[in-house]
T-cell receptor, first 112, second 112 residues
Framework: DVKVTQSSRYLVKRTGEKVFLECVQD?????MFWYRQDPGLGLRLIYF???????EKGDIPEGYSVSREKKERFSLILESASTNQTSMYLC???????????FGSGTRLTVV | QKEVEQNSGPLSVPEGAIASLNCTYS??????FFWYRQYSGKSPELIMF????GDKEDGRFTAQLNKASQYVSLLIRDSQPSDSATYLC????????????FGSGTRLQVQP
């Protein structure tokens, strides 16, 4: 089974902190994604990557950046955390662009 | 207008009944469609995908796609209390942002 591992299950950070959310997949997938999930809003795409050192903006990239230095690792960075970034963050990977995604277990981030 | 629309529910069905979950999408360029199940506090897991018009069956699940009507559905036969979850519909287009667009999900409750 494909494993997508997110480094933290729960995080509490202070406003203004720089926050790193790490995601690692073990199946040599080219494609990796970051979504956030909020009640009533569903999953919203933040950033995605189809190759190492490549990134594309999703629907809500403001306040976020990403890094993909190695194929298996895709990091989401909150440059200066704000309370409206309190959310569940989900990382996913896929074999091909139109294949189904495998999600990590999620990181519930609270910014206080 | 949201690109992928689902009724938020809850949809309540008795144990053993057929649960019918519906999804509409706005972009005719959408090519592939996915159904995910998400238990409370967990991440989404892929249960079905469909690319062609018609029905696709897998065990108790049947996905139905009608591209002319821009409509996707998921039928769950012999519903069990363990099927109680939120079901997310997702669509993929090979143009534009080239990543899955998710609906907000339909909450299904199967009453014992």
């Amino acid at each position: 089974d494909v494993k997508v591992t997110q480094s933290s299950r729960y995080l509490v950070k202070r406003t203004g902190e720089k926050v790193f959310l790490e995601c690692v997949q073990d199946m040599d997938h080219e494609n990796m994604f970051w979504y956030r999930q909020d009640p009533g809003l569903g999953l919203r795409l933040i950033y995605f990557s189809y190759d190492v050192k490549m990134k594309e903006k999703g629907d809500i990239p403001e306040g976020y950046s990403v890094s993909r230095e190695k194929k298996e690792r895709f990091s989401l960075i909150l440059e200066s955390a704000s309370t409206n970034q309190t959310s569940m963050y989900l990382c996913a990977s896929s074999l091909s662009k139109n294949y189904g995604y495998t999600f990590g277990s999620g990181t519930r981030l609270t910014v206080v | 207008q949201k690109e992928v629309e689902q009724n938020s529910g809850p949809l309540s069905v008795p144990e053993g009944a057929i649960a019918s979950l519906n999804c509409t999408y706005s972009d005719r360029g959408s090519q592939s469609f996915f159904w995910y199940r998400q238990y409370s506090g967990k991440s989404p897991e892929l249960i079905m995908f469909i690319y062609s018009n018609g029905d696709k069956e897998d065990g108790r699940f049947t996905a139905q796609l009608n591209k002319a009507s821009q409509y996707v559905s998921l039928l769950i036969r012999d519903s069990q209390p363990s099927d109680s979850a939120t079901y997310l519909c997702a669509a993929y287009m090979d143009t534009g942002r080239r990543a899955l667009t998710f609906g907000s999900g339909t909450r299904l409750q199967v009453q014992p």
